[in-house]
Structure formats: structure tokens, C-alpha cells
């Protein structure tokens, strides 16, 4: 396994939350690890990236306040829990590696999973 998988995604309503996961290989406990989400027709949208130490994070203004993300390097785990969702959050949601430090350039991300859906009812 060489690309993080991520789970978790479903069906909410709005306000609701949901907890993505994202598996990556132990080798990555070394690097930035970064969320992105691309809704049907736009283009792929930084969300969070959190460093390998898990002391530096980085959002996107249009989720502040509403998502976190967090790693547990011991379980070669990133979460990232969502809370307040919105019909705007819908999208696939993608998790990435970066040998960078946390940044919204999808193009410094090397390594990505095949991406889970989240879709938020009104």
C-alpha cells in the first residue's frame, strides 16, 4: 500500500457531523498530511493540512471554526472531524501526503487516496 484510504464518509443533514478517517502507510508519520474535496463540476479545493508532528495545522476559511483535523502517528492515522456541515460541504473528500510543510497547492501533494463521499442534505 503506497496511497492513503480514506473512510468514513456518508449521509448527514445539515448541522450534523461526520469523522473521516484516512489510513496512510507507517512511512508517511513523516509527512504533511492534507484533506481536499472536490464537488460534481468544480475543481479539486484545499480544506486542511496538518503537519507530521501534529502542531502545525493549516484550513481553509470556508471551514474554520467547523472542521479539525488531527493525526495519531501510532495508529498511521489523519481524522478529520466535521461539525456545523452545510449542502456546500458536499463533495468527495481526499486525503494527500506532502513531503512539504501544510499548504493549499494540491501540486505539492505526492500521494493520494481514491477519496470518500460526504454529502449533506438540507
Known amino acids: 500500500q503506497v496511497q492513503p484510504v480514506e473512510s468514513g464518509g456518508g449521509l448527514v443533514q445539515a448541522g450534523g457531523s461526520l469523522r473521516l478517517s484516512c489510513a496512510a502507510p507507517r512511512t508517511f508519520s513523516r509527512y504533511t498530511m492534507g484533506w481536499f474535496r472536490q464537488a460534481p463540476g468544480e475543481e479539486r479545493e484545499f480544506v486542511v493540512a496538518?503537519?507530521?508532528?501534529?502542531?502545525?495545522?493549516y484550513y481553509a476559511d470556508s471551514v474554520k471554526g467547523r472542521f479539525t483535523i488531527s493525526r495519531d502517528n501510532a495508529k498511521n492515522t489523519v481524522y478529520l472531524q466535521m461539525n456545523s456541515l452545510k449542502p456546500e460541504d458536499t463533495a468527495v473528500y481526499y486525503c494527500?501526503?506532502?513531503?512539504?510543510?501544510?499548504?493549499?497547492?494540491?501540486?505539492?501533494?505526492?500521494?493520494w487516496g481514491q477519496g470518500t463521499q460526504v454529502t449533506v442534505s438540507s
Open positions: 494527500a501526503a506532502s513531503l512539504r510543510r501544510p499548504g493549499a497547492n494540491a501540486n505539492d501533494y505526492t500521494y
Open positions: 496538518i503537519n507530521w508532528s501534529g502542531d502545525s495545522t
